[in-house]
């Protein structure tokens, strides 16, 4: 048997994401992978890849490009350098990770697969969110039928808390819609299935008391004819949770999830009773009233496991990580298909498109959002 190619790793950012996700798996996984190259600004992050992995480090990252040396880029750049990193990349004759967002319109999220066709090359999005292992369990439970059909999903991805970091300004494409939305509407758009395009509600607000003008609010919708309607609230304002990070309705159960825990019920129609139709009026004063063939089931994460989640809005596992890259090495050596095709997230980046037209202009007023103190109101109602 003939060893296992080892890829040669590039990552352009060393931050929560080029670090704490990419770096950190890829170095646990030797037999795959070999990171041998790091761009990031800050000195100490690049004297900790020479240290950590024995990588080249750089200061930018199209130098690690014209460097070379590598077979796979990773772009864990912040947001607004997704795209020209990728197109560099890719021009360059790299096989490319792009991290979420990977665009704000179509347009540029074409050029991107556009220009991998044209150099022949692999660009694999990074959706490891839909590889979780609640949400795998749940599209199975969804697709066995035993819910009936599925007729509304609603999932929150919130919590309460303040920001102030570069995410909180719009022209670094910050906000919770770039930031949360990419795993809230990838699993949306999975769950809404392929029938038809969404059409969308979106409405997006910013109350940051701080600098920040980004979206810090987003609450949208997705509904067409023959799919669900699936509501999808973003929030930095939830400071109690709607139960549990999802509910599902169907015309024979309900199920509700967490990201370790999924509870779901249903009932066989063969085995349900027939009662006959009441034609005319109620019968002795009351609604009708059954008991059904109730069945109710569970599945819980394994406790050793969920050790390892990391996370505040979306509790993550790195099992994501580890099927998305085993996938990628299969697609680099084998050809294999990807789990998360670019085709997919265009849909996504439609969304945000679509998203952001229905909401133009400042989010935030001039004036700011912190309002006077109470008395100062009821100083001025009094005059």
């Not at 490009?65 to 864990?76: C, E, Q, T």
């Not at 669900?228 to 509910?247: F, H, R, T």
């Not at 084998?334 to 789990?339: F, I, P, T, W, Y």
């Amino acid at each position: 048997m003939s060893e296992q190619r080892v890829i040669r790793v590039a990552i352009a950012g060393q931050g929560r994401s080029g670090y704490k996700i990419h770096a950190h798996w890829l170095k646990q996984d030797p037999a795959r992978f070999r990171i041998v190259a790091v761009a990031d600004q800050l000195p100490e992050r690049r004297r900790d890849a020479i240290g950590e992995f024995g990588a080249r480090a750089f200061k930018d990252y199209r130098d690690m490009l014209r460097a070379g040396g590598f077979d796979l880029f990773v772009n864990a750049l912040p947001t607004p350098l997704h795209v020209p990193g990728v197109l560099e990349a890719l021009r360059s004759g790299y096989d490319v990770v792009a991290e979420k967002p990977m665009a704000g319109t179509v347009r540029d999220f074409d050029r991107m697969t556009a220009t991998a066709r044209r150099e022949g090359r692999l660009l694999a999005p990074f959706q490891n969110n839909r590889l979780q292992p609640f949400f795998l369990k749940m599209r199975e439970i969804l697709a066995s039928g035993v819910l009936g059909d599925i007729l509304y999903i609603r999932s929150h991805w919130g919590g309460y808390a303040r920001r102030w970091d570069w995410q909180t300004f719009r022209r670094n494409m910050g906000g919770v819609l770039f930031n949360t939305g990419p795993h809230a509407i990838d699993q949306a758009l999975a769950l809404f299935g392929d029938r038809e395009e969404p059409k969308v509600f979106c409405k997006m607000m910013c109350h940051n008391s701080l600098e920040g003008d980004a979206d810090d609010f987003c609450a949208l919708s997705l509904h067409g004819r023959h799919s669900p309607l699936i509501e999808i609230l973003i929030s930095q304002y939830q400071v109690y949770p709607q139960g549990e990070m999802y509910n599902v309705s169907g015309t024979l159960g309900g199920l509700t999830a967490n990201w370790n825990e999924i509870r779901w019920k249903y009932y066989d129609p063969r085995q349900a009773p027939r009662p006959k139709m009441w034609r005319r009026w109620s019968v002795d004063r009351a609604y009708p009233s059954e008991t059904l063939p109730w069945v109710e089931e569970s599945w819980s994460l394994d406790k050793e496991q969920a050790r390892n989640v990391v996370g505040y809005t979306l509790k993550s596992l790195p099992t994501g990580v580890a099927l998305f890259y085993a996938n990628v090495h299969e697609a680099i050596t084998q050809k294999a298909e990807l789990l998360i095709r670019p085709a997919e997230v265009r849909r996504q980046i439609a969304v945000f498109e679509e998203c952001f037209r229905q909401n133009p202009g400042p989010l935030k007023s001039k004036a700011g959002q912190r309002p006077p103190a109470r008395g100062a109101r009821q100083a001025k109602a009094r005059g």
